[in-house]
């Protein structure tokens, strides 16, 4: 089945830092990837949509200079938290999905933690 | 605007009890609908896939069925086992330009031994 990593899993940070988040598709060519945000005993929201060589898409509300998505290649997306506050400390998770597919591939998520 | 919501959000059962989890969305033109389960602190694990056109899934104990029309959907869960324990997410899958998923609010599950 298709597979989707992401580096790192935890990580902590100061308030103030940048932050990169690692999003891979192992076996298969994601030419959409999409990175959703879980606050504590919330469900899911999109945060943006990616194409491969593209800008990527906010969702109202979403910060875009904040949380910077770059989809470089068909199988790499990265999510960079600029400047982080506590209030960013949050479950990152992507999904990826193949060309012109309706399914997305979860990875595992990244627990941030701003101090 | 689509939102998605599931009753109950919180459920402590004891083992062998068969379950009904529910969940509902406001616009009927959905593409898909899939149920996930996130255990604590990790990712999620794709259950049930139902697709526009049909109206039930099944995969060992769980069976998923999708009533479009009236923007309901329903997780069944027979003899439920202290293993499934975990949060059960369905997710509307729409089509405005990209497929997008829309979670619901989840139903956090509890099987008691």
């Known amino acids: 089945g298709a ?7 935890r990580v902590i940070c100061k308030s103030g ?30 945060m943006a ?10 969702e109202q509300g979403v910060e875009k200079d904040k949380f910077l998505i770059n989809h470089a290649s068909l199988t790499l ?3 960079t938290v600029t400047s982080a506050h ?5 479950f990152y998770i992507c999904s990826a999905a193949g060309g012109g597919t309706d399914t997305q591939y979860f990875g595992p998520g990244t627990r941030l933690t701003v101090l | 605007k689509q939102e998605v ?8 059962v004891p083992e062998g009890e068969n379950l009904v989890l529910n969940c509902s969305f406001t616009d009927s033109a959905i593409y898909n609908l899939q149920w996930f389960r996130q255990d604590p602190g990790k990712g ?39 293993g499934d324990s975990a949060t059960y997410l369905c997710a509307v899958i729409t089509t405005s330009g990209t497929y997008k998923y829309i979670f619901g609010t989840g139903t956090r599950l509890k099987v008691l031994a």
């Open chain 1, 77 to 79: 997306s990265t999510l």
């Open chain 1, 17 to 46: 830092t940048s932050v990169k988040i690692e999003c891979r598709s192992l076996d298969f060519q994601a030419t959409t990837m999409f990175w959703y945000r879980q606050f504590p005993k919330q469900s899911l929201m999109l």
């Open chain 2, 5 to 12: 919501t599931q009753i109950p959000a919180a459920l402590s």
């Open chain 2, 44 to 82: 999620l694990t794709s259950l049930l896939l139902i697709q526009s056109s049909q109206r039930e899934q099944t995969s060992g104990r769980l069976n998923a069925s999708l009533d479009k029309s009236s923007g309901r959907s329903t997780l069944y869960i027979a003899a439920s086992q202290p």
């Open chain 1, 3 to 9: 597979v989707v990593s992401q580096h790192p899993s």
């Open chain 1, 86 to 90: 506590p209030e960013d400390s949050s």
């Open chain 1, 49 to 58: 949509t990616s194409n491969e060589g593209s800008k990527a898409t906010y």
